[in-house]
C-alpha cells in the first residue's frame, strides 16, 4: 500500500515507495588492527570508533600497515555512519572525515536516485522502534543484516534531498546554539574559578575596578536563612492547590515549572510560602549526584508554592551572589564531603551541616557587581538552552510528520 506523510512541501504530491535498504544501497562493516602490533598505530588514517561517527577528529589512528594487515575498511566523507554495538547501538553519522571503521560501525552508501541525508535522518527517527523490535531490554547488537532488511518509504528523489536538506539546516541550527550553550557554560565555570577566592587566598584572581578589600569569613547560616519543606502524605495531594516545589523544578541550574509538579489542599500547608529571589536547593535525593542542586526561582507568584520535605529554601539579600557562590568551588567540595549516599541510599545535604559552612565573602557592594555579573550569564545560558531545547523538540515532531 502506497503512503504519504503528515507534512510536505509544497509541490509534491507523488506516492512513496517501500524498499528493502539492502536494495537500495551498498554497506559493509570494519575491522579492528591487532592492539598488541605498535606499527599498526599513530599513522595518518584516521581509525573511526563508534562513539566518534558524528566527529572530527579522532583518538585513533592508523598506519597503511594497520590498514592492510586487519578487516579496517575506509569510508568517505559524507557517508552514513550507523552504530551496531553497545551503548551507541542506532546512534547515527555523517563521516565528518575520511578515514577507517571497526567492526562495531555499518558504513551505508546510498545507490543513485536515493539521498544519504534523507536516509540518515529516517534512520534517526527510527532509532527506538529500531531498537525495541531488535535489541530486546536494550541487550545485544544490531548487524548489517538487520539493517539491510529495514524497510524504509521513500519519495522521488528531489522530495528526499528537501526533506534531507531541511533536516540539514535544522541540524546545523542545533548546533550552533549547543556549542553556544556549551561555550558560556566554560566560560560561567572559568569565571566562578577567577572571581572567588581559591584555597588559601582571601582574594579573588579578577575583581571589578575598586575593589581592593580582602573577603571576609561568614558562616553560610549568617548571611543565609535555610528552611525545611514541607512533609505531605498522599491524601493532600489534589489537581490543584499549592504548588510544592521538588527536585525536578531545577533543570540545569535554573528553576522551572514541571509537567509533573504536585499540588496539595492549602490547609495541608504549615509553611511560609517561597518568594520570588529564594534559592531552591535539593537536600535529599535517591540520585546522590542531584543532592545539592540549586537554582533562583526568578517568577513565582506570592503564596501560590512551597518547598517539598526533600527541598531546602534559602532566602538571603545578595541573592545573586549567593546563588553563584553555590556553584564555586567552596560548595562543590562541600557537596562532596557532606551529602552522603551510594550503595543504593538516598543522598542527604543536612541543614545545620550547610548553615555551619564557613565561606568567604566581599562587601555588599561587591557582592552586587559580582551577582549582577552571574545573573547576565545564567541569562544568556537559559536562553541558548531553551532555544536548542525547542529546536529539539521541533525536529523530533517533524521527524514523525516528515517521514511515513
Same mark, same amino acid.
Given at each position: 500500500?502506497?503512503?504519504?506523510?503528515?507534512?510536505?512541501?509544497?509541490?509534491?504530491?507523488?506516492?512513496?515507495?517501500?524498499?528493502?535498504?539492502?536494495?537500495?544501497?551498498?554497506?559493509?562493516?570494519?575491522?579492528?588492527?591487532?592492539?598488541?602490533?605498535?606499527?599498526?598505530?599513530?599513522?595518518?588514517?584516521?581509525?573511526? %570508533?563508534?562513539? /566518534?561517527?558524528?566527529?572530527? !577528529?579522532?583518538?585513533?589512528? *592508523?598506519?597503511?600497515?594497520?590498514? &592492510? $594487515?586487519? =578487516?579496517?575498511?575506509?569510508?568517505?566523507?559524507?557517508?552514513?555512519?550507523?552504530?551496531?554495538?553497545?551503548?551507541?547501538?542506532?546512534?547515527?553519522?555523517?563521516?565528518?572525515?575520511?578515514?577507517?571503521?571497526?567492526?562495531?560501525?555499518?558504513?551505508?552508501?546510498?545507490?543513485?536516485?536515493?539521498?544519504?541525508?534523507?536516509?540518515?535522518?529516517?534512520?534517526?527517527?527510527?532509532?527506538?522502534?529500531?531498537?525495541?523490535?531488535?535489541?530486546?531490554?536494550?541487550?545485544?547488537?544490531?548487524?548489517?543484516?538487520?539493517?539491510?532488511?529495514?524497510?524504509?518509504?521513500?519519495?522521488?528523489?528531489?522530495?528526499?534531498?528537501?526533506?534531507?536538506?531541511?533536516?540539514?539546516?535544522?541540524?546545523?541550527?542545533?548546533?550552533?546554539?549547543? %556549542?553556544?550553550? /556549551?561555550?558560556?557554560?566554560? !566560560?560561567?565555570?572559568?569565571? *566562578?574559578?577567577?572571581?572567588?577566592? &581559591? $584555597?588559601? =587566598?582571601?582574594?579573588?584572581?579578577?575583581?571589578?575596578?575598586?575593589?581592593?578589600?580582602?573577603?571576609?569569613?561568614?558562616?553560610?547560616?549568617?548571611?543565609?536563612?535555610?528552611?525545611?519543606?514541607?512533609?505531605?502524605?498522599?491524601?493532600?495531594?489534589?489537581?490543584?492547590?499549592?504548588?510544592?516545589?521538588?527536585?525536578?523544578?531545577?533543570?540545569?541550574?535554573?528553576?522551572?515549572?514541571?509537567?509533573?509538579?504536585?499540588?496539595?489542599?492549602?490547609?495541608?500547608?504549615?509553611?511560609?510560602?517561597?518568594?520570588?529571589?529564594?534559592?531552591?536547593?535539593?537536600?535529599?535525593?535517591?540520585?546522590?549526584?542531584?543532592?545539592?542542586?540549586?537554582?533562583?526561582?526568578?517568577?513565582?507568584?506570592?503564596?501560590?508554592?512551597?518547598?517539598?520535605?526533600?527541598?531546602?529554601?534559602?532566602?538571603?539579600?545578595?541573592?545573586?551572589?549567593?546563588?553563584?557562590?553555590?556553584?564555586?568551588?567552596?560548595?562543590?567540595?562541600?557537596?562532596?564531603?557532606?551529602?552522603?549516599?551510594?550503595?543504593?541510599?538516598?543522598?542527604?545535604?543536612?541543614?545545620?551541616?550547610?548553615?555551619?559552612?564557613?565561606?568567604?565573602?566581599?562587601?555588599?557592594?561587591?557582592?552586587?557587581?559580582?551577582?549582577?555579573?552571574?545573573?547576565?550569564?545564567?541569562?544568556?545560558?537559559?536562553?541558548?538552552?531553551?532555544?536548542?531545547?525547542?529546536?529539539?523538540?521541533?525536529?523530533?515532531?517533524?521527524?514523525?510528520?516528515?517521514?511515513?
Amino acid at each position: 500500500m502506497n503512503k504519504t506523510p503528515a507534512v510536505r512541501f509544497i509541490g509534491f504530491a507523488e506516492d512513496w515507495e517501500q524498499r528493502k535498504l539492502g536494495e537500495v544501497s551498498e554497506s559493509y562493516s570494519g575491522g579492528t588492527p591487532s592492539v598488541g602490533v605498535k606499527e599498526y598505530y599513530g599513522g595518518q588514517i584516521p581509525f573511526i %570508533r563508534s562513539a /566518534e561517527i558524528n566527529s572530527e !577528529i579522532t583518538e585513533l589512528s *592508523l598506519t597503511e600497515g594497520g590498514l &592492510k $594487515n586487519s =578487516s579496517a575498511r575506509l569510508v568517505d566523507v559524507g557517508d552514513i555512519l550507523y552504530a551496531l554495538y553497545g551503548a551507541t547501538s542506532g546512534e547515527v553519522g555523517r563521516a565528518r572525515l575520511k578515514g577507517a571503521i571497526n567492526q562495531a560501525i555499518l558504513a551505508i552508501k546510498p545507490h543513485a536516485g536515493y539521498d544519504s541525508e534523507y536516509l540518515a535522518q529516517w534512520l534517526r527517527k527510527s532509532k527506538h522502534s529500531i531498537i525495541e523490535t531488535y535489541l530486546q531490554g536494550g541487550q545485544g547488537n544490531l548487524s548489517g543484516t538487520i539493517v539491510k532488511e529495514l524497510s524504509v518509504d521513500f519519495p522521488l528523489l528531489k522530495e528526499q534531498q528537501t526533506i534531507g536538506n531541511f533536516f540539514s539546516q535544522l541540524d546545523h541550527l542545533i548546533t550552533f546554539h549547543q %556549542r553556544k550553550y /556549551e561555550k558560556l557554560k566554560n !566560560i560561567k565555570k572559568s569565571m *566562578l574559578e577567577k572571581m572567588f577566592p &581559591k $584555597n588559601g =587566598s582571601n582574594v579573588p584572581e579578577i575583581r571589578f575596578k575598586r575593589f581592593t578589600d580582602a573577603w571576609e569569613q561568614r558562616k553560610f547560616g549568617d548571611i543565609v536563612q535555610t528552611r525545611r519543606g514541607l512533609t505531605y502524605k498522599p491524601t493532600d495531594i489534589e489537581e490543584s492547590g499549592i504548588r510544592v516545589l521538588r527536585s525536578s523544578n531545577i533543570d540545569e541550574d535554573t528553576f522551572v515549572y514541571g509537567v509533573d509538579d504536585v499540588f496539595v489542599n492549602p490547609y495541608a500547608v504549615n509553611i511560609e510560602p517561597v518568594r520570588k529571589n529564594d534559592i531552591l536547593i535539593t537536600s535529599a535525593n535517591g540520585s546522590s549526584r542531584l543532592v545539592g542542586k540549586h537554582a533562583l526561582i526568578k517568577k513565582i507568584s506570592d503564596g501560590s508554592a512551597v518547598h517539598g520535605g526533600f527541598m531546602l529554601l534559602g532566602r538571603t539579600k545578595n541573592y545573586d551572589f549567593v546563588n553563584a557562590s553555590m556553584s564555586s568551588s567552596w560548595y562543590t567540595k562541600f557537596i562532596n564531603v557532606f551529602a552522603a549516599g551510594g550503595n543504593g541510599a538516598i543522598g542527604n545535604l543536612n541543614k545545620n551541616d550547610l548553615d555551619e559552612q564557613v565561606i568567604l565573602i566581599p562587601d555588599d557592594a561587591e557582592q552586587i557587581k559580582i551577582g549582577e555579573y552571574f545573573a547576565a550569564l545564567d541569562n544568556l545560558i537559559t536562553l541558548h538552552h531553551r532555544k536548542l531545547k525547542k529546536l529539539e523538540q521541533i525536529k523530533q515532531a517533524m521527524l514523525h510528520k516528515m517521514f511515513v
